[in-house]
């Protein structure tokens, strides 16, 4: 049996039962969530299978020590200890990334300082000389957490931000992020095999990422991973993992609708999909949603409207909404909608009663993903607000 170990992924905060969901299909073990984290366990398949198939990761760590810290004496200490020689060579280049959580420690780029003092403190004494630092592109990611007194120091496998999907070279204005995207599809409960909508595509990652996922396409298809450098990297058991998962690409069972009014935004989103391996899979359109009509009581339709962060005081996103919540009542009979806006004054007044409120983020924006049963004809509390 594979030696296991403690693995940490990153993810956006609400979307961690989302992640702990697609970690059990790949085989962690003992998965506990945590605010914008899930732990768990798992050997080398595992920690591949996370970077590559993981579609609400960001990050995916690999802790190495944990220890009590009460200055930074202590942390230049302690991490120096670490036999980092182990873990990369003096030829090799390497970046820290810190984040601090803590009333003693403020200051995440002078954690991030005095860690890199210990790495090269410890290959002078080693080698005489020290590694090079690459902020950009390192052999070896490390991630430093402090959480009050409590210090995490961790390799970083994934080696960046697992959202960066390699398809989105161009964007729309108020683009989500691919991770988001995904873990919206997730939320709504959708499993590939109805009608999905995406009314308001901008750039196209919520099609694009139902379109991956209806495919059974790995996220992490095309793309380079922290731990390929890495001295213990099992290089055959790596392209069994790929080959597994591209044995599992299916077409998928259902339509996929991307449509926005914007001739720009469906070029945008036109090229990005086909970058994605999914233009296929999608049928780009364009239609003003308040136009639109549904063609089948199981469609799964996600809206991410405009929020109304960039309108003048004067300007207000309420009777567009209003507008939106009209179209779905009189149009999508049968559907599941959903609506992600930070704009919650304009989401009182959709006038449908939501089954499901979730708080997410979309960047540094507080939002909502209201979700709403539509029926044929009126009920009982449809019109009241969220």
């Known amino acids: 049996m594979s030696e296991q170990f403690d693995i940490i992924a990153k993810t956006q905060y609400g979307l ?3 992640l702990a969901a697609e970690i059990e299909t790949i085989g962690g073990q003992d998965i506990q969530t945590t605010t914008r984290a899930v732990k768990y366990r798992g050997d080398n398949a595992v920690l591949y299978k996370s970077n590559y198939l993981l579609r609400t990761a960001l990050r995916v760590l690999k802790p190495i020590d944990t220890f009590r810290i009460f200055n930074d004496h202590q ?3 302690k991490a120096k200890r670490i036999p980092w020689e182990s873990y990369f060579g003096v030829d090799d280049t390497f970046a820290i990334d810190a984040v601090t959580f803590s009333d003693i420690f403020r200051n ?3 954690i991030a300082l005095k860690t890199k003092d210990a790495v090269a403190d410890r290959f002078r004494e080693v080698y005489g000389r020290r590694p090079n630092v690459d902020i950009k592109e390192p052999h070896v990611r490390i991630n430093v957490h402090i959480a009050d007194k409590e210090c995490t120091i961790s390799l970083d496998s994934s080696g960046h931000s697992l959202d960066k999907r390699g398809y989105k070279l161009e964007q729309t204005a108020a683009s989500i992020n691919e991770v988001l995207a995904s873990g919206l599809i997730a939320l709504s409960g959708r499993h590939g095999t109805t009608p999905f909508i995406d009314p308001m595509c901008g750039s196209g990652t919520i ?11 790995a996220p ?6 922290g731990f390929e450098n890495w001295p213990d990297f099992d290089r055959p058991l790596w392209q069994q993992v790929k080959l597994e998962a591209k044995s599992a690409i299916r077409t998928p069972p259902s339509t996929i609708l991307a449509t926005d009014m914007s001739p720009g935004a469906l070029e945008v989103a036109t090229s990005n ?3 994605a391996g999914v233009l296929d899979h999608i049928v780009l359109a364009r239609q003003d949603f308040l136009d639109s009509a549904g063609n089948n009581e199981d469609e799964t339709i996600i809206i991410n ?18 507008e939106m919540g009209t179209r779905l009542k009189h149009f999508y009979p049968g559907a599941k909608a959903w609506i992600l806006s930070s ?10 009663r939501p089954t499901r409120k979730i708080k997410l983020y979309n960047g540094k924006l507080e939002c909502r993903l209201c979700g709403y049963e539509l029926y044929a004809g009126s009920r009982e509390g449809d019109s009241q607000p969220p």
Do not use: H, Q
């Open 16 to 18: 961690e039962d989302v």
């Open 273 to 275: 999909a086909r970058r």
């Open 343 to 352: 704009n919650l004054a304009a989401l009182k007044m959709v006038g449908l």
């Open 220 to 225: 992490g298809t095309g793309t380079r991973f």
């Open 305 to 322: 409207p405009p929020y109304g962060e960039r309108l003048s005081p004067d300007e207000d996103m309420s009777e567009f909404y209003g």
């Open 108 to 110: 995440s780029k002078y």
């Open 75 to 77: 942390l230049l200490r």
């Open 207 to 217: 099609a694009i990422e139902a379109a991956l996922k209806a495919a059974n396409i």
